[in-house]
């Protein structure tokens, strides 16, 4: 199959060749360098480095999470393990993890690079979050199209502020956090590797700035300029254009070529290992690489035959629906993609390397405020050149490599269950009321629901932000604790009186609160001892017992992964399990309103999403009860 062999629409020979040219400036940026004048880099430098925190209080953290999941000989065990790791190889590996940390800006963040994404041989299509968002007031093609122009015109609207950097500085608590992350979500793109995946990026101030994007439909792929002559923007009407030209261009469906992008890492790797070796793939693959971003123009959403609408929106952003659905017209590896319905339906799918969901929330809050407006910002831009069809040339090898994807892609969807829970009775301002944290409080909520669904806990994991610390990424917040295990045990039990109950409550989300502060200020468990165990890896040494022993693998098999991404909109973020027996829970929460998105896998006889929807409904229904009937507060 040689896929648009159309050589009107495809790159000249010597544009293969100018953009072989470009990739080879293109590297890995030690994102820090970027860090040089302007109001979004005030502070960079004044920013903490991370901090290794003290090998005994990590041990007594970790030795306090594993309690609540452990029974008396099981912990009694552990702790032996622990008391030889603080006496034999912990104090060495301390120091040697300590030295590393005086030589790099984060001693962590190229390791988690590696280990939590390019690494892995998974497909991102099961790492990368879908993002969506509020149903659009626009319905068939010609509407489609009129809103995709001024979606990215919302886009360069905001990446003016990030190339002039005045976008201000984002803070947590009122101190200020590390920006790098924002400047690596556009004109960026993770390349399947063999063994190992890379990733490039354009940092603003490369002289050679990408005035393109990547535009999809109907399977095929187009680099299509949003800037003009003089660098300006295009005007709305002139994306319009763009767009049309594209979509006039594509009228019939494409060789699924993006199908690629959804197969686990070594398989597109070989795939693409055996592509590049052909010019016009070559220049074909690094167009893409290159570019602002990805935009998936896709037709209606299908018929849910089970779940809601919004649920179907939500698997279409996480993996486009199938192989008969949307899932080849789609770029999975580009670091930030919008997928535009045919029917209002829009969200966003993003690859996590290089950054986590608050910065991506940024850009689609500022696109949907952008929105509201109705006037064009921009006068236009004058000689446009018109979008280009990118061509591939695919050898029977590639051929049978697309054939096995598109399988492939049907079974991860079919696996895939979804349920966005919009709870209405209440939202964050009720838990401040009550004099509570609003992030903590839903922590407990989910150890209830869980609790009640299967009468014991589990081991929990929630995202908090090192964004304090220079690079920081996340570390680990254990959300199930023995004050939380207390209440999810007392809050069903009728021989315990409702004053006990709210006491325990209260005690349970003071003991979350505070195991966020130790994270959120680098003094969680996670983090040190994967920064431990490679410490002991890289010097040659062998893996302590500690990691070998059943309180690791059960403090670290996380049913429940969460993540709180707040957005201004009734939008969510969603992700997929990290075990094949868990749930994955992304969470908005509203001042009235708490969005939660629940998935798990339907291949496991153990988890039902739906299910755990109604548990945590009832949950946050009864925690309301119990305290408004016990306290001195209205509902
Ligand atoms: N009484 C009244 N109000 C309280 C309170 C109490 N006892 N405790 C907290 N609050 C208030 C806070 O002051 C804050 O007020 P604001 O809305 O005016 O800012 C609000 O409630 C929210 O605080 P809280 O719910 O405690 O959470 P948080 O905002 O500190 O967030 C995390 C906690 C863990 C979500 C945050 O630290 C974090 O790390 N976020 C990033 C997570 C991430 O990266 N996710 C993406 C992964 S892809």
Redesign the pocket.
Known sequence: MNVNEDSRNGASNEEVVKASNLLSKMTIEEPARLAVKGRTFSVQYNLPRLPVPALEQTLNRYLDTCRPLLDDEQFKTTSEIVQKFKEKEGPELQKLLEERATKHTNWLSDWWKSVAYLDSRLPVVVVN?GFYMPRQNFRGKQEQIDFTARMIAGLLDYKIMLDEQTLPVDT??GKPLCMVQHYQLLNACRIPGLKKDTHVHIPPTDSNQPRHITLIHNNHIFSMDVYGGQGKPLSIAQLRAQIQSCVDQSKMPAAPVGILTTMDRSSWGKAYHDMVKDKTNKASLENIQRSILAVSLDGPLPQPTDGSDVDMAAGISLHGGGSKVFSSNRWFDKTLQFNIGEDGYVSANYEHTTA???PVIGIMDHILNFLEKKKDPWLGAPDVQPPKRLNFNLTEKVKQTISRGLDDIDSNVEDTMIRALFFKDYG?NFI?KV??????YIQVAYQLAYYRVYKQPCATY????LRRFQLGR?DT?RSCSSASLAFTQAMDDSSVDPATKVDLLRKAVQSH?QY?DYT?SGQAVDRHLLGLKLTALESGRDIPELFMDLAFKESTHFRLST???ASQHEAFLCFVPVVPDGYGLCYNPREEQLIVCITSFNNSPETNSEKLMDSLSQSFRDMQKLLVDNSNVGN
């Open positions: 979050p947590m608590g986590e969901g608050p964050k401040k004099k509570m944290s609003p992030d903590a929630e995202s908090g932000s996340t917040i609160r966020t959120v993540s709180q991404v």
